[in-house]
């Protein structure tokens, strides 16, 4: 059974760093792409960026590129998103979510998802 | 940077057909996801690749595709069907993805 495990919550102040973490279990880690997704509070669905855990070859969206980091230890099966400075602003709802009935660089299609790791950013 | 747009609401009585769009200039390009998300919950994907369905998902759910415009069906819709639906697509060149804002659907 494929399961992807998320870190706990989290509650930071601002300016802190942060590293959530997703680990996969149940198929071979490197075979499919896992994406990041963020939900803001009573909000839609933004998909962040992504990682091929195989050669952990990234991509982000415009709008997060260059404000979180995404990442891989293949070893261990599990992608990570990581903060230097959070600021208010990053409190939400983050997924990880795994390709699904399409694998590479071409597929969007998010067939299995953690069950999220809540970030409350407050002073 | 590039945008999809939904409607933000649908409404249908049970047994009714509803259809939610999603708009998209690559979408001729790119293939289109769709996602069914209830409260609380984590989404889940109800259509890959414009207009196949997973497995266990219910055959009332479809999907289509015309030029920049992709549709999500739900046929002989019920009560369980109530959530929000998001699509999901590329950019023209395919190096990120992009959500629609969402389309909240209500049972009446």
């Known amino acids: 059974e494929v399961q992807l495990v998320q870190s706990g919550a989290e509650v930071k102040k601002p300016g802190e760093s942060l590293r959530i973490s997703c680990k996969g279990s149940g198929y071979s880690f490197t075979s499919y792409w896992i994406s990041w997704v963020r939900q803001m509070p009573g909000k839609g669905l933004e998909w962040m960026g992504r990682?091929?855990?195989?050669?952990?070859?990234?991509n982000y969206s415009p709008s997060f590129q260059g404000h979180v980091t995404i990442s891989a230890d293949k070893s261990i099966s599990t992608a990570y998103l990581q903060w230097s400075s959070l600021k208010a602003s990053d409190t939400a709802m983050y997924y990880c979510?795994?390709?699904?009935?399409?694998?590479?660089?071409?597929?969007?299609?998010?067939?299995?998802w953690g069950q999220g790791t809540l970030v409350t950013v407050s002073s | 940077s590039y945008e999809l747009t939904q409607p933000p609401s649908v409404s249908v009585s049970p047994g009714q057909t509803a259809r939610i769009t999603c708009s998209g200039d690559?979408?001729?390009?790119?293939?289109a996801y769709w996602y069914q998300q209830k409260p609380g919950q984590a989404p889940v994907l109800v259509i890959y690749k414009d207009s196949e369905r997973p497995s266990g998902i219910p055959e009332r759910f479809s999907g289509s595709s015309s030029g920049t415009t992709v549709t999500l069906t739900i046929s002989g819709v019920q009560a369980e069907d109530e959530a929000d639906y998001y699509c999901?697509?590329?950019?023209?060149?395919?190096?990120?993805?992009?959500f629609g804002g969402g389309t909240k659907l209500t049972v009446l």
């Open positions: 979510a795994r390709q699904g009935y399409c694998s590479g660089g071409s597929c969007y299609s998010l067939g299995y």
């Open positions: 690559a979408l001729p390009k790119q293939y």
């Open positions: 999901l697509s590329a950019d023209s060149s395919g190096t990120y993805g992009v």
């Open positions: 990682i091929d855990p195989s050669d952990s070859y990234t």
